[in-house]
């Protein structure tokens, strides 16, 4: 049973991490968090913010099929939504829990809020992205983010932090990574060392349900939208299995709905949950018929055949 729906309430981010699809879409650039207000009319004119009554639909979808928990992206910093506060607001008049991925880059302006919400479980940043950031910017960005879980460990012991660092291997990531470990045993006096890392040992305990998460990049997926084909298709990439329409759904900041969280640009278009809703959606028979080749370990949409993250899954 699907248990979580991706809400993406933004497109919009103040970064253009290289890793990120959007570092090269049109419309996004490396801003201060105090300049968004400036920027966001200019900047960010070709991005979207979800309006209030789709997303009213969306968390209803998502409690009518069962879902217990919702992320608020597939892209997109979420909290540069102007409706943020309004929308975490919204989820504590239901059942379902947010686990919130963020860049951190505005943490300091909504760390009271997230901290005093219940409907907040996780709060997973990825402290990856400071990598590409100039130094100076960097440390006051992860300074933010640090002083966020310490008053967290206080006051909300039972919320689950992820500090994440999903670059290992990447070159340009060795120095920062160092400095950030560092920076985590000063602050917490504990000594992390994931030089172990591998596939089935990624989280390392940092103090109560503080974790640093480590992991590779991974390519986003994508089909040559000219032909519909897959770039790059591989024979054995037509084997493999995913938990898309299995564990979680993804629905786009203008409705779409799609087969996973890795689908930015809605190449596995399911329907749109402002025409149907979202358990006729699943019911599909594009919806069915990928979720049959999933579990008959068969990736038989193209986008699927591009995917490494479906080599994950065994």
């Known amino acids: 049973m699907i248990n979580s729906v991706y809400i993406e309430i933004t497109n919009v981010c ?23 207000a400036a920027s966001k009319s200019s900047t960010f004119a070709s991005r979207t913010f979800m309006e209030s009554k789709l997303f009213e639909t969306c968390i209803a979808g998502a409690q009518e099929i069962g879902a217990t928990n919702v992320y608020f992206h597939v892209l997109g910093e979420p909290t540069l939504h102007p409706g943020f506060a309004h929308y975490v607001k919204k989820l504590e008049q239901t059942p379902l829990k947010l686990t919130l991925t963020t860049n951190g880059t505005t943490i300091e302006r909504f760390s009271r809020q997230i901290l005093a919400s219940p409907a907040v479980r996780q709060v997973n940043f990825s402290t990856h992205a400071y990598a590409e950031l100039s130094r100076e910017i960097a440390e006051r960005y992860l300074q933010n983010v640090l002083d966020f879980c310490q008053i967290a460990n206080a006051e909300r012991p039972d919320l689950y932090i992820n500090l994440r660092l999903w670059n290992v291997g990447a070159k340009e990531a060795s120095s920062w990574n160092s400095y950030m470990l560092k920076r985590i045993h000063e602050t917490f006096g504990v ?13 390392f305990n940092i103090t109560g349900r503080l974790y640093l998460h480590e992991d590779t990049r991974f390519e986003w997926p994508s089909i040559d939208e000219r032909t519909g084909k897959a770039l790059q298709t591989r024979d054995e990439r037509i084997a493999g299995t995913c938990r898309a329409l299995d564990t979680h759904v993804a629905i786009l900041h203008d409705g779409r709905v799609v087969a996973c969280c890795l689908d930015h640009s809605g190449q596995i278009t399911l329907g749109h949950i402002g025409e149907q809703s979202l358990a006729e959606i699943l019911e599909s028979p594009l919806a069915l018929n990928i979720k049959e080749g999933f579990a008959q370990h068969e990736l038989r949409h193209p986008f699927c055949q591009t995917c490494n993250f479906c080599k994950r899954f065994k």
């Open 14 to 36: 103040n970064l253009h991490c290289s890793f990120c699809p959007c570092g090269t879409a049109a419309g996004n650039a490396n801003v201060a968090d105090n300049e968004f």
């Open 191 to 203: 000594e992390v060392t994931p030089g172990h890392f591998c596939s089935r040992h990624k989280s």
